[in-house]
T-cell receptor
């Protein structure tokens, strides 16, 4: 079945450590996204990538880094510079450019990774 | 300030009742997406609206985009416990390329049996 996988579902780290969250999709989507969700805050865009080897900062990129070496994979590293890393992280993908549309296509989301840093 | 305002923030209804969730922007909504999320899980795509006045339905859920393309509503008819969850609207506000979506903070729906 086609879809997006994120691993692990729960992740625990000590403060000061970098941690990498995995995101893989087999939907043949060009664009991939990373969001952070906090209680009462909605989703906030961290980074996004439209094609392999290219990515752009979202609204809250500080303290995060990404890579896009393969179309299927878009890992997110939460660095020690991120001051408040504990959150629920969601990865998404979409067609780009959207086939037959003038707008962005719907984004498909993974199940999320809950990161806790103590 | 929040670019997309959702109301209400939370909603508790009795099974069988109808309900409406609103999503409002001060900017033109070039595309409006409705998602549903179970707590601690990913978002499930429900519907996309693009044209002013457009209305779409799926089972007991109807979404509308107003003529001015600045407000959308999600209406659930005869609610069931399976409708419970967090509903989020996401919008293409035409910012820096059509691939970016801005999301509201979500509406938490509880349906009591």
């Amino acid at each position: 079945d086609g879809g997006i996988t994120q691993s692990p579902k729960y992740l625990f780290r000590k403060e000061g450590q970098n941690v990498t969250l995995s995101c893989e999709q087999n939907l043949n989507h060009d664009a991939m996204y990373w969001y952070r969700q906090d209680p009462g805050q909605g989703l906030r865009l961290i980074y996004y990538s439209q094609i392999v080897n290219d990515f752009q900062k979202g609204d809250i990129a500080e303290g995060y880094s990404v890579s896009r070496e393969k179309k299927e994979s878009f890992p997110l590293t939460v660095t020690s510079a991120q001051k408040n890393p504990t959150a629920f992280y969601l990865c998404a993908s979409s067609m780009y450019p959207p086939s037959g549309r003038a707008l962005a296509g719907e984004q498909y989301f993974g199940p999320g990774t809950r990161l806790t840093v103590t | 300030s929040q670019e997309l305002e959702q109301s209400p923030q939370s909603l508790i209804v009795q099974e069988g009742k109808n309900l409406t969730i609103n999503c409002t922007s001060s900017k033109t909504l070039y595309g409006l997406y409705w998602y549903k999320q179970k707590y601690g899980e990913g978002l499930i795509f429900l519907m996309m609206l693009q044209k002013g006045g457009e209305e779409k339905s799926h089972e007991k859920i109807t979404a509308k985009l107003d003529e001015k393309k600045q407000q959308s509503s999600l209406h659930i008819t005869a609610s069931q416990p399976s409708h419970a969850g967090i509903y989020l609207c996401g919008a293409d506000l035409g910012q820096g390329g059509s691939e970016k979506l801005v999301f509201g903070k979500g509406t938490k729906l509880t349906v009591n049996p």
